[in-house]
């Protein structure tokens, strides 16, 4: 596997830009919403990335890693034919969706 893992590297060159992330996100990306709380009107919200191959998946976590946000680790789906990784720190999904251009850069009053 590691022999496969540097010889394919190449294959999926690092980003570089936030335009690359939104790009993949918009075309395999969700947003998730659950109640890890148990308490009313209190929702957690994720960002979930997901993607068939392992080392697309590695690339965009590389780069959300190296611009300081907090991911999960690369996971397998549950069906087991794709790879996901995802973002769950509030301020992490803020400034992710601001990175992406989702959010205005700074606070609306």
Known sequence: MLLY?????????????????????DGDGTI????VTNRPFKLGLSLIDVDQSVDQITTVRSFLLNHGFRTSNVLKTSKGSAWMVAVSEFSSVRETLRGMG????????
Do not use: K
């Open 5 to 25: 893992r540097l010889f394919t590297s190449w294959l999926v060159p690092p980003y570089s830009m936030w335009q690359q992330v939104a790009g993949h996100f």
């Open 32 to 35: 998730s919403f659950s109640d």
């Open 102 to 109: 989702a959010l205005p850069l700074q606070e609306v009053e």
